[in-house]
Structures are given as structure tokens and as C-alpha cells.
């Protein structure tokens, strides 16, 4: 195996992606009230969101270890491109990155790149399947390297959540936009800045009026155009496949993938959530 796509747990995948070697997930971990869970195949998004909602407090999140990411980088494949978290969002990129250092400090004589998407969810699937898509065209490390952070610059995320409970409890929502959300009964279209903070770019009555909302940006994109388009969803298939149903009639995507969320952009997303990137 030449190479292998090394992405944390928040990155979403699809069937495919789950039975392709070349990708392996490093798992983050959860914890709500007194319950740890790891964010691996053992875990059930049903009893996550059941614990989140039962649970007054936010859920907490932390990284995995250095240990974790230089175990993978000891397997096969001489070419490794790791995928995380947005650096703003989680620890996750600055172990990913402190692992690829002690790597190379011990002699290590692979190609190792690390990514801060700049982005989640949605967002590290699409930089997964863009770093796939180059490596088996025969792509040299380096190039792919090079061509990936000019895409991740470029990339766009948005996302409208059935609820904000957990964005109100880590605070990730400024007190005012929590306090005007819940009175008014708002649903908030979000995205991602290109450091890949979470920023609001619109809001709707409902949540369909919402959707439609993220959707019409999508179009007004021109840079949309051929593009592969990643939908997650958290526990609602059927809303995704109504964002892609809406998205086929107005947009002119290459490709669109559907995935359900994992453990930890379930934590992000909450029960209803979804996430777009492209």
C-alpha cells in the first residue's frame, strides 16, 4: 500500500470509505457527565444523543494521543496524509502535528503531511476523498501536498442545526445570539471562516427555510461548478437526501456524497444537524 489517509474521528465516512484500507480513523474521545465513550466503531449514536440530551452539562471532547497517530504511521504505506479537526476548534491538529515531529526526530523516513481542515464533519470527509482521488492519479507527495492546502483554502463548509443546545453549553454561541435563537425560535445557518472559526451567515424561521437558505448560497457560488459536494447528517437521512434532492435542481456539482455523522461532529451537529462542504 503506497499510501494511507490518516483522519481523526470527526472526519465522517461513508461505507466505502469505511472498508478501504487506505483509510484509518484515530479516535477522539467523549465524555458526557460521568460517561466516557470512545468515538470508534463501538459507539452508539443513539446512546450519545440520548446521554446529550439527558445531560445538563456540555459534553467534553479530548484528543487522542501522540502515541495513538505515531502507532498508525508504523503501518503500512510510505506515503501518510493526516486529516483534522480544525485547529481552532480542537487540540487534535497540534497532536497529529507533535507526533509527525517526534516521527521525524526518531529517524523516521516516511512522507508524512498533517492538515488542519479548517473545517469538520463534512469537511475533513471531502479533504479525505480529494487526497484519495490525487494519490491514486499517481500524484508525487509533495504535489498532493500542494494541491491540498490550495483546495482547503478554497473549500467552503456551512451547517444548520436542528438544535443549539451544545453550541449554547461548550459557548460556542455568544450569550446574545443563544438568548435571541431560543426566544424567537431561530434556526441559524452557519459556516466556517477560511481559519475555520464557526461564523453565522443567515438565519430562517424553520428549519426547511434554513436549508433552502444554505442551499441558495450554494448555488449563487459559481465556483461550485464540478466540484465533489459532501452532505452529513446527524440522525436524519431523510433530511439529507431532501438537501440533495434541492441541491441537484439549482447547482452543478461533479459529485454528491451523503455521510452520517460520527461520534464527535455528532457532538458538534446534535441530533437533526446538517453539514455541507464542497
Known amino acids: 500500500m503506497g499510501y494511507r489517509i490518516v483522519c481523526d474521528s470527526c472526519t465522517d465516512m ?31 449514536q443513539s446512546q450519545l ?8 452539562t456540555a459534553p467534553q471532547t479530548s ?21 483534522t479537526l480544525s485547529a481552532l476548534l480542537s487540540g487534535s491538529h497540534n497532536v497529529a502535528a507533535q507526533a509527525k515531529a517526534i516521527y521525524e526526530e526518531e529517524g523516521g523516513t516516511k512522507n508524512i503531511a498533517v492538515f488542519n481542515s479548517c473545517s469538520a464533519s463534512a469537511g475533513q470527509s471531502l479533504i479525505a476523498m480529494k487526497i484519495q482521488a490525487l494519490a491514486e492519479s499517481g500524484m508525487p507527495f509533495q504535489q498532493v501536498v500542494a494541491e491540498m492546502n490550495r483546495f482547503i483554502a478554497g473549500m467552503k463548509t456551512m ?15 455568544t450569550k446574545v445570539q443563544a438568548i435571541v435563537t ?14 475555520g472559526q464557526i461564523c453565522k451567515l443567515g438565519q430562517g424561521m ?61 457532538v458538534y451537529a446534535n441530533d437533526g444537524g446538517i453539514v455541507l462542504a464542497y
Open 63 to 83: 484528543c487522542p494521543s501522540p502515541s495513538q497517530y505515531l502507532d498508525v504511521f508504523a503501518g503500512e504505506g510510505d506515503d501518510i496524509y493526516v486529516v
Open 206 to 266: 424553520s428549519m426547511k427555510q434554513t436549508l433552502n437558505k444554505m442551499i441558495a448560497l450554494a448555488a449563487k457560488d459559481e465556483g461550485h461548478r464540478g466540484k465533489m459536494l459532501v452532505i452529513s447528517h446527524c440522525n436524519c437521512l431523510d433530511r439529507a437526501f431532501y438537501v440533495r434532492s434541492e441541491i441537484e435542481t439549482c447547482c452543478e456539482f461533479g459529485e454528491i456524497v451523503i455521510c452520517e455523522t460520527g461520534g464527535i461532529s455528532t
Open 159 to 173: 451547517f444548520v442545526l436542528e438544535s443549539l443546545d451544545n453550541l449554547r453549553k461548550n459557548g460556542r454561541l
Open 49 to 56: 444523543l440520548w446521554r446529550m440530551k439527558a445531560c445538563p
Open 14 to 44: 461513508n461505507a466505502a470509505m469505511l472498508l478501504d484500507p487506505h483509510f484509518v480513523k484515530v479516535p477522539l474521545t467523549i465524555r458526557v457527565g460521568d460517561v466516557a465513550m470512545v468515538d470508534d466503531e463501538t459507539l452508539s
Open 182 to 195: 431560543e426566544t424567537l425560535k431561530l434556526k441559524l445557518l452557519m459556516g466556517a471562516t477560511p481559519e
